[in-house]
């Protein structure tokens, strides 16, 4: 596709639901990120892969948090159990290089999530 | 742990103003530094990515710098429209990711 694109763009979960955010990554990328977005906040670091490899998950906040990208192309992020506390905005991003931090990322739109 | 700041929080100026953005980083051992424009609702919009090695890069009437010894990026907006109306991240790329500041929310008025 042209974007990274993100589905769904709006999610409501009540507390204790599970989640599951879905992430296409621009064609032929490489590299992928979730980043977390509070209200009136950047983003925060999530979690990192290198075509299906997740080489860091070092932000994920909790084991409640789980991301897999099994061919290196989609990837899905997934909250079990959701609290109040994780009410945000779930971006993805791409980026073309390995090194992926020397090249541009891309972020696609974000799934805005309540957790009520 | 890298931390960064941008100041200021809010902006707002009257349309064709020239202005400046302010991004501070507390470590100076970055891969790159890249500017994003973020409207309401909207995901990040890519302006300028200036690697370590650069001193600023240019796109249109958008400017950025980067002086690593400091730690400080700037980007100057020339001749500012309405259109440019959004919150403007910067972020650093350290490691396997990008650590950004609060963002500058900034309002052009015509």
């Known amino acids: 596709g042209a974007g990274v694109s993100q589905s769904p763009r709006y999610k409501v979960a009540k507390r204790g639901q599970d989640v599951a955010l879905r992430c296409d990554p621009i064609?032929?990328?490489?590299?992928l990120f979730w980043y977390q977005q509070a209200l009136g906040q950047g983003p925060e670091f999530l979690t990192y892969f290198q075509n299906e490899a997740q080489l860091d998950k070092s932000g994920l906040p909790s084991d409640r948090f789980f991301a897999e990208r099994p061919e290196g192309s989609v990837s899905t992020l997934k909250i079990q159990r959701t609290q109040q506390e994780d009410s945000a905005v779930y971006l993805c991003?791409?980026?073309?290089?390995?090194?992926?931090?020397?090249?541009?990322?891309?972020f696609g739109q974000g799934t805005r999530l309540t957790v009520v | 742990k890298q931390e960064v700041t941008q100041i200021p929080a809010a902006l707002s100026v009257p349309e064709g103003e020239n202005l400046v953005l302010n991004c501070s980083f507390t470590d100076s051992a970055i891969y790159n530094l890249q500017w994003f424009r973020q409207d309401p609702g909207k995901g990040l919009t890519s302006l300028l990515l200036?690697?370590?090695?650069?001193r600023e890069q240019t796109s249109g009437r958008l400017n950025a710098s980067l002086d690593k010894s400091s730690g400080r990026s700037t980007l100057y907006i020339a001749a500012s429209q309405p259109g440019d109306s959004a919150t403007y991240l910067c972020a650093v790329g350290l490691g396997n990711k990008l650590v950004f500041g609060a963002g500058t929310i900034l309002r052009v008025k015509s």
């Open positions: 991003a791409s980026s073309l290089g390995t090194a992926a931090v020397n090249t541009e990322a891309f």
């Open positions: 064609s032929g990328h490489v590299s």
């Open positions: 200036i690697q370590s090695s650069q």
